[in-house]
Structure formats: structure tokens, C-alpha cells
Antibody
Framework: EVQLLESGGGLVQPGGSLRLSCVASGFTFSSYVMSWVRQAPGKGLEWVSSIHTGGVNTYYADSVKGRFTISRDNSKNTLYLQMNSLRAEDTAEYYC??????????????WGKGTTVTVSS | EIVMTQSPDSLAVSLGERATINCKSSQSVLYSSSNKNFLGWYQQKAGQPPKLLIYWASTRESGVPERFSGSGSGTDFTLTISSLQAEDVAVYYCQQYYTTPLTFGGGTKVEIK
């Protein structure tokens, strides 16, 4: 069964840092683009970042560019999101999502259950 | 950035009746060389992650009931639930994957009348 399991969320003060992880199973992780999508409380979905299979090519929403870093370890089937300089507006549920191919411009066919990030003093 | 606009924000439909959700993109998401619309639909039930329903604007994901269908091309798209079931209560989102930033519509909440 294809699964994505996020972890690493929590409560952090404004200006702080957090690293999210997403462990994949049930598919060849290294063959697919992976993404992070977030959802603020009571709001809609917002794409955050995507990373190509080899980990070199990365893409970010303007709202997180320069503060967040996406990476992956294909040997561990794990996707990461390093979040620095966190702001209150980064408070959200963060979902890890698998893209249906090895290109960024593709639909997201598998989603994890999410991990909650709360930025507050 | 391609802006995705959904309508209505919410709708209440009787069980067994048709539900129609519209999605409009600020520019075409039809890739001419492949003749594919880079448009997907997702369903999100309360407390759950999104689930892919439709991709390439009209292709149903494996396991998705036939009552869900997608149509449209270019900038105007529709998700139709032909006969609403109780388990279809959810928020539905359209998303374009034609270009980055990938963008979603604001969502349409579907309830039972």
C-alpha cells in the first residue's frame, strides 16, 4: 500500500525553526517528484514546495522562498522541509504529497495525513 | 501566477440529485502540444487529507465512483456529481499544474439539503 507519513510538527515561537519529515512506502520513492502543501486553519490548500527526483531542482512558493528548504534522501525514502524564520502565517497543517510522475507539472495522486505546525509566542 | 476561481463557495443538494462545481483559471491550462488540460480535482472530507478525484480535467482516478465526472477545457472547468450520496459531503478543490506556482481554487463545500 502506498503511504506517506509526516512528522516533525509542533509549537514554535515566531522566528524559530522546525524540520518536517515525510517517510514514503509502497512505491519507488526515487522515481517521483514530491511536494509539500499546507492548509491554514479553516482555509484552502496552498502549494509550498516541490523537489525533483534527484533532489537538485527545487521549486518554492513566493511566500516561503528564502525561508524554507525542501530536500530528500532517496536512500531513506524520506522527504524533508526545513522551515526557518517562521511566522504566525505559517501556522497550518502541512501535507506531503506524491506527484504522479517525475515532473513537477503533474497532479498529486497520494497525500499523507499531515502534521500540524503552530507558530505562536 | 494562475488564479483559480471556484463557484459557488458552497451548495446544498438533495440526496440523489446533481451537484455542479465550476472552476475558472485566469489563463488557459491547455497544453497545446499534448492537447491536455493540466487541471485536477480533489475531495477533502472533514479531518482528512485531500484525495485526488480527477486529473487531466476529465480522467477519473482509479477507484473513484463513476458519479464523479470532470469536463471543460482551456479556462473553464466543471466537476459534476451526478447523484449525490451522503459520503460525498466534503470540500472540493480544483488545481492547475500547468505552471509553478501550482495553485488551487478556494474550495466548494458540498452539503446535503
Amino acid at each position: 500500500e502506498v503511504q506517506l507519513l509526516e512528522s516533525g510538527g509542533g509549537l514554535v515561537q515566531p522566528g524559530g525553526s522546525l524540520r518536517l519529515s515525510c517517510v514514503a512506502s509502497g512505491f519507488t520513492f526515487s522515481s517521483y517528484v514530491m511536494s509539500w502543501v499546507r492548509q491554514a486553519p479553516g482555509k484552502g490548500l496552498e502549494w509550498v514546495s516541490s523537489i525533483h527526483t534527484g533532489g537538485v531542482n527545487t521549486y518554492y512558493a513566493d511566500s516561503v522562498k528564502g525561508r524554507f528548504t525542501i530536500s530528500r534522501d532517496n536512500s531513506k525514502n524520506t522527504l524533508y522541509l526545513q522551515m526557518n524564520s517562521l511566522r504566525a502565517e505559517d501556522t497550518a497543517e502541512y501535507y506531503c504529497a506524491k506527484t504522479g510522475d517525475n515532473v513537477v507539472l503533474y497532479y498529486m495522486d497520494v497525500w499523507g495525513k499531515g502534521t500540524t505546525v503552530t507558530v505562536s509566542s | 501566477e494562475i488564479v483559480m476561481t471556484q463557484s459557488p463557495d458552497s451548495l446544498a443538494v438533495s440526496l440523489g440529485e446533481r451537484a455542479t462545481i465550476n472552476c475558472k483559471s485566469s489563463q488557459s491550462v491547455l497544453y497545446s502540444s499534448s492537447n491536455k488540460n493540466f487541471l485536477g480535482w480533489y475531495q477533502q472530507k472533514a479531518g482528512q487529507p485531500p484525495k485526488l478525484l480527477i486529473y487531466w480535467a476529465s480522467t477519473r482516478e482509479s477507484g473513484v465512483p463513476e458519479r464523479f465526472s470532470g469536463s471543460g477545457s482551456g479556462t473553464d472547468f466543471t466537476l459534476t456529481i451526478s447523484s449525490l450520496q451522503a459520503e460525498d459531503v466534503a470540500v472540493y478543490y480544483c488545481q492547475q499544474y500547468y505552471t509553478t506556482p501550482l495553485t488551487f481554487g478556494g474550495g466548494t463545500k458540498v452539503e446535503i439539503k
